[in-house]
């Protein structure tokens, strides 16, 4: 009978997502994953807040999120939350600096790992050009919301030439097309830039929080509407660090395997628990780091991976 139950509530989850039950049960799991890392505020000024009109009224009505969700602890400013995601560890960086002052020599961080299982990966990074690696900030760019390239594998060690950075360090404005194409890698990291992501306040809106959720609304409805969502996705929304002390942070999950519905609960996570769950929808091993300390996120889930 609980069977049955769940069977049917994961019909119903498939089909309000828009994707046929028969083409997501094919797969049996999640095949393909986006991040979207936001910047500096608090679940308590996201939920609720009158400036978050589509996150609040259209997103967690439908989508499942953490209550507990934190960066690790002391763990500030961006930079070292970044690496974390990406590595399980910050290497000791307390400082956002760029590339040239903390790149590391590990192979052991996600995109590599996952490269090495021919899991496809791409960040798209918002404001970058595409022509080269991109180490360095400019503009709207800042290079320390970007981990993939403080790795020396992944820029051949600083290279701004570096073909294999290029080819996966990819400027924003070929995501939509990308999607529309299904021209889709199966990890996808992506960076709003500094007006978009809520770390700054840009004209013409002068509201960081209403500047990501504006930025959201445009965005988001990209990929639940792909072919890739539809065939088996999965969205994580979160924060890149807290304000004012160790605090929650937002983590959201949507997918058609999401408990979804407004679902939410109050285990602890943190960074960590991301980079686990990645690491278990694409059977990646060995965990990294902190990723097999941490709780991961399958309670968010009706099915997982």
């Given at each position: ?16 997502a828009?994707a ?7 797969t ?31 997103v ?30 910050n290497?000791?960086i307390?400082?956002?600096?760029p ?9 052991q ?30 503009g ?23 073909a ?5 360090v ?14 889709v ?6 960076t709003p830039n500094?007006?978009d ?14 500047q ?12 639940l ?31 058609p ?49």
């Amino acid at each position: 009978m609980k069977l049955a139950k769940s069977l049917g509530k994961l019909a119903m989850y498939l089909s309000f997502a828009g994707a046929p039950l028969a083409a997501v049960a094919q797969t049996g799991h999640i095949q393909t994953v986006w991040v979207i890392v936001m910047e500096n505020h608090n679940w308590s000024q996201i939920k609720g807040s009158s400036s978050a009109p589509y996150i609040n009224n259209t997103v967690l009505p439908m989508a499942s999120h953490a209550e507990q969700y934190f960066n690790p602890p002391g763990n500030h400013p961006s930079l070292p939350n970044y690496l974390w995601l990406e590595a399980g560890t910050n290497f000791g960086i307390r400082d956002d600096n760029p590339p040239s002052s903390h790149h590391q020599s590990t192979t052991q961080h996600l995109a590599t790992l996952l490269q090495n299982k021919a899991v496809s990966w791409k960040t798209y990074q918002e404001n970058i050009t595409g022509t080269t690696c991109p180490l360095t900030s400019s503009g709207l760019y800042a290079v320390k919301h970007n981990p993939f390239v403080y790795f020396d594998d992944t820029t051949n060690t600083l290279n701004p030439n570096s073909a294999e950075c290029i080819n996966h360090v990819r400027p924003f404005t070929e995501f939509a097309s990308d999607l529309a194409n299904n021209n889709v890698s199966r990890y996808n990291f992506i960076t709003p830039n500094l007006c978009d992501d809520m770390h700054d306040s840009c004209s013409p809106l002068r509201n960081p929080v209403k500047q990501g959720d504006t930025w959201l609304s445009q965005n988001l409805p990209l990929i639940l509407n792909s072919a890739a969502y539809k065939a088996g996705g999965a969205v994580f929304i979160t924060w890149d660090e807290s304000e004012g002390g160790d605090v929650p942070i937002g983590m959201i999950v949507l997918s058609p395997f999401a408990k979804g519905a407004g679902f939410s609960d109050t285990i602890h996570y943190t960074h960590g628990s991301t980079l686990r769950t990645i690491q278990e929808i694409f059977g990646v091993t060995p965990l990294i780091r902190d990723a097999a300390n941490q709780t991961d996120l399958k309670n968010l889930f009706a099915v997982f991976p």
